[in-house]
Structures are given as C-alpha cells and as structure tokens.
C-alpha cells in the first residue's frame, strides 16, 4: 500500500485559561477534521502548515514545529475510501479572518479541550486530540517562552 503524506495544523488557543482547538468540517464526509494538504517541493513544513490553515480555515498563527504529531487519516477520494499519513502541527491561533479561500465549503468549529473527548469524533482525530493532550504542559511551556500566553 502506498500511503501519500501531507502536513496539517492543530488550531488551538487560550481564553480564560482554557485551551481550545479549532475543527473544520471535511469536504466530502461533513466530519470535523484539522487543516491539512499537499507540501509543496519548495515548500518548508511550516509553510505548508500555515498556507493549509490560512486556506482551510482562515486562521493565522504561530506553528510549533517542536511537537509533530502524525497519524494515518481516512480520506475519500472518488467514492473509495484509502489512507494518507498526517503530520499536524500545533498551531497557535493569533488571527481568525471572516473571510477565507474556502470559507464556502467549509465550517469552523472552536471545541474546549477538556470536553473534546465527548465530541463524535472518527477515532483517527480522537488519537491527535489525546496525543495534543499528552503533549500539552510543553506545548503551553512554549507558547509562554513565545509570550503568546497573557
């Protein structure tokens, strides 16, 4: 099986000292999903993480490319169901934008962290959110070291 490989965000932010993350709706199945696409030959991973996010969910912010998470995402393509691997990385939100290149085929959705598991999630997207989790005291570190967290 040949498993094609793209790169994706995992939107988050701090308000009130609760941590959010922010889902899109997919294309073709209507299921919450992060950002994600195609790099480019030319392109940096974190580039291709910012351009997807910007493009997907018209969103803007800062990546931190020191906490990869990759999984194997179900993705329908013409009818039939395969694979692609993943490598998301978390993304701090410091824009949100009313408009956006696929703001027409797309939702977005802002979910606290702490109730994400009670969400109807594919279990692909519930292994990101627990692997985020896992990860989370660094990633909230970094964010401080950054001065992105008031």
């Not at 995402?73 to 039939?80: L, P, V």
Request: charge should be positive.
């Amino acid at each position: 099986m040949n498993l094609s490989h793209k790169i994706g965000a995992i939107p988050f932010n701090i308000t009130e000292n609760q941590c959010r993350l922010m889902l899109i709706t997919s294309r073709t199945r209507e299921r919450l999903i992060f950002p994600k696409g195609n790099k480019d030959k030319k392109e940096s991973r974190k580039k291709t993480c910012k351009r997807e996010a910007f493009e997907e969910a018209g969103i803007i912010g800062k990546v931190f490319k020191k906490f990869p998470i990759t999984q194997r995402i179900s993705k329908s393509q013409n009818g039939k169901l395969g694979y692609v691997c993943v490598t998301y990385y978390p993304m701090f939100v410091l824009k949100q934008f009313d408009e956006w290149p696929e703001k027409s085929i797309r939702e977005r959705h802002w979910i606290e962290l702490h109730n994400a598991m009670s969400r109807n999630l594919e279990p692909e997207f519930v292994n990101i959110i627990k692997n985020f989790i896992l990860l989370k005291d660094f990633i909230m570190s970094h964010a401080k070291e950054k001065d992105l967290l008031s």
